[in-house]
């Protein structure tokens, strides 16, 4: 994923520019690495839903388009509507039925339609003006439609015990929030804002995937703070020796951290369709 951050976050940067570059080698791989760790339970809760023949689905920063190719593949939708800041890796694997949009999803003229599902995972952590962007995508989601949002959880609190893997995530988050905006800590309130937007039943559900050594999440993380390094260690609280003990530490045996969870959050457009 790829999106453009206004002049009011706390970074300047943008995503795919500043730390996470979609020419940089091996960046599609990166985002596989999550996909792998991630896209099972996404699935999972959008067939839970009934996404299936008939719908046609807005996929919001879709990145390499894993989600969006298993709607079409598995689910059987009619349609699927990819959109991205930067769409290279979309475009180098076409598929019947993936129309692709590359477009920021925080410009004053971004509106694609109206879909039966509109769907954005680890997208909205990235971006400023929280409630107005939900209120725009539920805008976008025809009435009996579902919005569906899931973002990251740190799960490394203060109680958290010390080690290489936590010194690293709390690093990467603030380095982060100061570089490109990125922040996680309003996600809790994503069911409120759903309300908020006039979507009725709201849900939600937590999944925290483990970290095992060579496992895809495992790699990810390492790839991430690979890509994050100088951000992470100008803000002082790792340095480089800590980084590579952290990536180290993730292919050890001795790594049984909890991973950042991932929040999903699902709500319904009142109206024809509703249940």
């Known amino acids: 994923m790829s999106t453009r951050h206004g002049e009011d976050t706390p970074g300047e940067g ?29 699935m999972a809760r959008l067939r839970a839903l009934g996404v299936g023949p008939g719908w046609r689905c807005l996929d919001i920063g879709a990145g390499t388009g894993t989600v969006s190719r298993r709607l079409l593949e598995e689910a059987g939708v009619d349609g699927v509507l990819a959109v991205d800041r930067d769409t290279r890796f979309l475009a180098a694997r076409p598929l019947p039925g993936l129309d692709l949009l590359e477009a920021d999803v925080t410009a004053p003229d971004f509106s694609p339609g109206r879909f039966r599902l509109v769907h954005a995972r680890f997208v909205l952590m990235h971006l400023p003006d929280h409630e107005r962007l939900i209120g725009r995508l539920a805008g976008l989601v025809e009435p009996g439609g579902f919005l569906v949002l899931g973002d990251a959880l740190d799960l490394t609190s203060d109680r958290t015990p010390r080690t290489p893997y936590t010194a690293a995530m709390r690093a990467m988050w603030q380095g982060l929030r100061t570089t490109i905006g990125t922040d996680v ?91």
């Open 185 to 275: 800590t309003w996600i809790p309130s994503y069911p409120g804002l759903l309300r908020a937007a006039g979507l009725l039943p709201v849900a939600a559900e937590i999944h925290v995937p483990p970290l095992s050594p060579g496992s895809p999440l495992s790699r990810f993380w390492a790839d991430t703070w690979e890509r994050g390094r100088a951000a992470m260690t100008a803000t002082g609280l790792v340095d480089d020796a800590g980084i590579d003990e952290a990536i180290a530490y993730l292919a050890s045996e001795e790594s049984a951290d909890l991973s950042a969870g991932m929040l999903t959050v699902w709500g319904r457009k009142p109206g024809a369709g509703s249940g």
């Open 14 to 42: 943008r995503y795919g520019e500043a730390v996470f570059r979609p020419e940089q080698a091996g960046e599609g791989e990166r985002i596989d690495f999550g996909a792998l760790a991630y896209d099972d339970i996404t």
